[in-house]
């Protein structure tokens, strides 16, 4: 019996993992690679666009896919879907989130939607489609403001005390204080961010709690079951309010470690 074909750009990421000083050839062979994702990722954004979508785009770079080889040993460089990727994010609510979605897939049926907004990776939230053109990929990102808020203050800080961060590591030097006007240490800081991506879940439960109602009341004829619902969105709002003004300790840490 033969055996199986060996994929050449399987192999060529078990190389780069192996190696601590890849050959020449070999980042070459990657930057082809990611260059033909750059062709896909264009045929994406043009699709996007037409739909009336507000998008940056970006492509991994060498270091980063290196990088993500090392840490995770079983994946292969074939099946890393994000080399090519395109990122929304606007001010909506939850059920909104979810039609740009919808939109999506309408167009790639094929697509593959991650959900990560109820298990979220390391506090990280968002939805991803990975739309699969002729064997590549683009992972389109689809944030609210909340979700794109807390990823884009976690891209900071692994930037700052170091890039495990993002991916559930501790930061560098976790018992250092984060700042002389702080007692908090940098893995306290840490954790709570990570607390705060339920808090600002929560938050964007409650907004779409509150939109659903208030584009069902002007439809409600009953007196008091309009007024039932108008006291609703007032509660609702009265939560929302008490949920921005909670925790302002770690959100001062937070914006003097940013600053």
Do not use: C
Request: aromatic fraction near 6%; hydrophobic fraction near 35%; proline fraction near 3%.
């Amino acid at each position: 019996m033969s055996k199986p074909a060996v994929n050449p750009v399987n192999q060529l990421g078990r190389r780069l993992r192996q190696s601590n000083s890849p050959s020449q050839e070999d980042l070459e062979q990657l930057g082809e690679i990611v260059e033909m994702s750059g062709f896909t990722l264009d045929i994406v954004e043009r699709q996007l666009r037409l739909l009336g979508l507000d998008l940056t785009t970006r492509l991994k770079n060498t270091f980063t896919i290196i990088e993500k080889l090392k840490r995770e040993p079983s994946l292969q460089l074939s099946k890393i879907h994000d080399l090519a990727g395109a990122r929304i994010h606007r001010d909506m609510t939850l059920d909104e989130q979810d039609e740009i979605v919808s939109r999506i897939t309408q167009i790639w049926p094929d697509a593959r939607v991650k959900d990560r907004r109820i298990f979220p990776t390391h506090g990280y939230r968002a939805v991803h489609v990975i739309v699969g053109l002729d064997g590549r990929f683009v992972e389109v990102q689809v944030r609210t403001h909340y979700q794109h808020i807390w990823a884009q203050a976690t891209e900071s800080l692994g930037d700052l005390w170091g890039r495990g961060i993002r991916y559930g590591g501790a930061p560098e030097e976790p018992d250092r204080r984060v700042s002389d006007q702080h007692s908090l240490t940098r893995r306290e800081l840490i954790e709570a961010w990570k607390d705060k991506s339920n808090d600002f879940h929560g938050l964007a439960v409650l907004e779409n709690k509150v939109s659903r109602i208030r584009t069902r009341i002007p439809m409600i004829q009953d007196v008091e079951e309009r007024s039932a619902e108008e006291h609703t969105v007032e509660e609702l709002v009265g939560e929302i309010t008490v949920s921005f003004n909670s925790d302002r300790r770690i959100l001062e840490a937070l914006s003097r470690v940013l600053r």
